[in-house]
């Protein structure tokens, strides 16, 4: 019986944290060289994102369709309703609040099987709060956002969503056998 290899699926930085995830579902977290938490996150899934929020202190990661949040110095999931979120196939960070605060951060993901995508507010209390949802004829795939503005990748083409009045706009058309352009 052959063991399977043990590899990184994930890194991010937050402060002198280093937080770095594997294959076999173990996250680790460094405070400069000395390991500090080492956690079975209970992930079946290899981990598809990782991105740590230096403000709030929290890891957002996605495995599988799962989007969680966890406080950075225990490795446990913040409790509250929006903190897994199922059927996410991506999400941002979108580090400049659409409403104009420094303090808040959004995290903006696009939510495969309802063919929509949400905006969620976190709070500097680490609570989470639903902004708005954006309903889509087709599932969202990638998606990048900055300020009031998201890209979104669907199956052929890309679009460009105003988040305040929700207009979506065509950008690029491209067939199905094309390979779609990186988005980040």
Do not use: W
């Not at 979120?85 to 991506?90: E, Q």
């Not at 495969?112 to 680490?126: E, G, I």
Request: aromatic share 6%; net charge positive.
């Amino acid at each position: 019986m052959l063991k399977e290899r043990i590899h990184l699926e994930g890194l991010t930085i937050c402060h002198s944290k280093i937080f770095i995830s594997t294959n076999a579902s173990i996250g680790y977290l460094f405070d400069g060289s000395k390991l500090v938490a080492k956690k079975h996150l209970g992930i079946r899934k290899p981990l598809k994102k990782v991105q740590a929020l230096d403000e709030s202190r929290v890891l957002i990661l996605t495995t599988d369709g799962v989007l969680s949040i966890l406080d950075i110095d225990s490795l446990t999931i913040i409790t509250g309703k929006q903190s897994q979120l199922t059927n996410v196939s991506d999400f941002y960070i979108n580090a400049s609040a659409t409403n104009g605060s420094s303090l808040d951060v959004e995290i903006f993901i696009a939510i495969q099987k309802k063919k929509a995508a949400a905006l969620l507010r976190l709070s500097p209390s680490n609570s989470i709060t639903p902004l708005y949802e954006y309903n889509f004829p087709e599932p969202p795939g990638k998606i990048v956002c900055h300020k009031s503005s998201a890209l979104i990748q669907f199956p052929t083409h890309y679009k460009l969503l105003d988040l305040n009045s929700k207009n979506l706009t065509p950008l690029l058309n491209f067939s199905e056998k094309d390979a779609p352009i990186a988005t980040g």
